[in-house]
């Protein structure tokens, strides 16, 4: 079959094998089943419409439902190797009588700008699977230890005393709001480019409402140009897994700290380890330097994208819609490897509760609550207080012991009495800043380190991860039951089916592709 009478040579074959071919095999591993989902909605447009009869319906969809990734290949040099072409020479091939109006008003501009969207919008909802999976196990893990004192840090500083569940609880939350964007953007992008044509619309009356919905799309995207010229969805995926990989970077970074020799607080197992060839006494994590190495490339993915695209007219191009995108697949392995481990790092982490309880009452976490004490207590201006808390840290930190056992009472009432306040009971002041256990029970605000506010903080993560989990699932059943409908649409005998709207009927096979199969 002659597919261009435009030109009269085949493609070069540079252009063949530096562009085509990579781009080929990639929609073909990837949106294969997104192509026939699309073509399978197409032809109950054809019926309705009067270009196909029940009868040709019935045969082009069983020659979609044929396909598969070896036969779309096989020749597929004949069809210019572009993947469109190609379904259309072998389905054409394996009617038993010729259909010439199938792909009437009909272009690759829209078809590929959704089978691209439709290939993003899955790979969206995988991606929120595994942040559901991460969230549980962060959560489970920080149940397990809402009570043990930790140092926490600011500056890299010893601040305050925290809980491994008071970290990880964060840790829950820097995930729950991941997914909580990624669904927004979700709603935002599922909408369909199909019925567009080239840029300027078809001339046909495709009913575009109801092709979106029968590829599981909210609606149709409302403008033609914008349709097949924009590919805005791929930039706001991009940029919130950018964002997420910011977070998951800045942890792995205090895990890294953490995990050292110097630190000594957390450990991993040795099926997370590495050795030193050269020194035995080491026990290094290198997957945590490699997925926080991961994590770079999740910016450097929009960037990518962003770059690709400006510049560029507003209109179908192949620089957007091919070059702009070519790393796509790639930032999405990236993704899910970094969910992945990231993952069986928080599942496997060991907390080192001597080590975290021993740095805490070596160091001076107790300034802040003596500061209140002497302002609460003593009527000491809190500036002042500020001022007396840390002369009587400078003094303790003299001694030379390290601060081991700082409570001094007798420092206090010095640095107290220097700055015009003296104390009737200096040592009642010490009492609460020198109990680690104490500090932790000291916050009673709603989000702080106490046991009981983590409690609460874990309870109500886990209700919103409840609520989110029950919402992806909705959207993915909605996608699986829009491929049900289309495959009922177009199969033998489905005409008298009816369909939403009051439409006339006529429906086709598609075959077993399922759209959740995509990869």
């Known amino acids: 079959m002659r597919l261009t009478g435009r030109l009269a040579a085949a493609p070069d074959d540079f252009v063949r094998r530096e562009f085509l071919e990579p781009q080929f095999r990639h929609e073909v591993a990837h949106l294969l089943p997104w192509y026939v ?33 070896e036969r779309v290949t096989a020749g597929a040099g004949a069809a210019l190797t572009d993947i469109a072409l190609a379904m259309e020479t072998r389905v054409t091939e ?38 559901g999976e991460l969230a549980e196990a962060t959560l489970e893990q920080a149940s397990r230890d809402v009570t043990s004192p930790m140092p926490g840090y600011t500056h890299l500083q010893s601040a305050q005393i925290i809980t491994p569940g008071f970290y990880l609880s964060a840790v829950a939350e820097h995930v729950l709001r991941v997914s909580s964007r990624l669904l927004a953007t979700y709603d935002r992008i599922n909408f369909s480019p199909l019925g567009a044509g080239p840029m300027a ?14 590829i599981g799309c909210a609606g149709p995207v409302p403008h033609a140009l914008s349709a097949v010229a924009s590919r805005e969805w791929l930039l706001d995926v991009a940029a919130d897994i950018a964002s997420a990989g910011v977070g998951f970077s800045r942890v792995l970074t205090d895990l890294m700290a953490w995990s050292s020799s110097a630190y000594g607080l957390v450990e991993l197992p040795d099926e997370l380890a590495g050795i030193s060839a050269a020194m035995p006494q ?42 702009a995108g070519l790393h796509a697949s790639t930032m999405f392995g990236a993704i899910r490897a970094v969910l992945a481990g990231f993952t069986l790092v928080v599942d496997r982490l060991e907390w080192r509760t001597d080590r975290m309880r021993a740095v805490c009452e070596e160091d001076h976490f107790g300034g802040f609550g003596l500061a209140n004490e002497l302002t609460l207590r003593a009527g000491v201006p809190w500036r002042t207080a500020q001022v007396i808390a840390g002369r009587y840290v400078t003094a303790v930190l ?6 081991a056992g700082h409570g001094d009472p007798a420092a206090l009432a010095a640095a107290a009495r220097e700055a015009g306040h003296p104390l009737d009971d200096p040592a009642s ?19 702080s380190t106490s046991p009981d506010s983590v409690a609460a903080l874990l309870a109500e993560q886990r209700k919103r991860l409840d609520a989110l989990t029950a919402e992806w699932d ?27 709207g009051g439409h006339a009927e006529g429906r086709a096979p598609v075959g ?7 990869v």
Request: glycine share 10%.
């Open 474 to 500: 909705a959207r993915r059943a909605a996608v699986r039951e829009a491929v049900a409908a289309t495959d009922a649409a177009v199969a033998p005998g489905g005409e008298g089916e009816g369909r939403r």
């Open 37 to 69: 989902l699309i073509e399978k909605a197409l032809l109950r447009e054809y019926h309705r419409l009067g270009v196909l009869s029940a009868r040709q319906v019935e045969h082009l969809a069983y020659a979609l439902g044929e396909l598969t990734e």
């Open 512 to 518: 077993e592709a399922a759209a959740g199969e995509a």
């Open 282 to 323: 080491k026990k290094n994590y290198p997957i945590l330097e490699r997925l926080r190495g991961r994590t770079a490339h999740l910016t450097a993915f929009y960037v990518d994208f962003a770059t690709g695209q400006r510049n560029t007219p507003y209109s179908n191009m192949v620089e957007v819609s091919k070059e």
């Open 94 to 131: 394996a009617l038993p009588e010729p259909v010439p109006a199938w792909h009437v008003d009909r272009s690759r501009n829209d078809l590929q700008a959704c089978a691209q969207l439709l290939y993003g919008r899955d790979q969206v909802s995988g991606i929120a699977a595994m942040l």
């Open 201 to 214: 619309g078809q001339e046909l009356a495709w009913d575009r409402d109801w092709l979106a919905e029968a």
């Open 429 to 447: 002041y010490l009492t609460g800043s020198a109990d680690v256990d104490a500090q932790l029970r000291a916050k009673v605000s709603a989000g």
């Open 398 to 403: 003299a001694r030379g012991d390290g601060g």
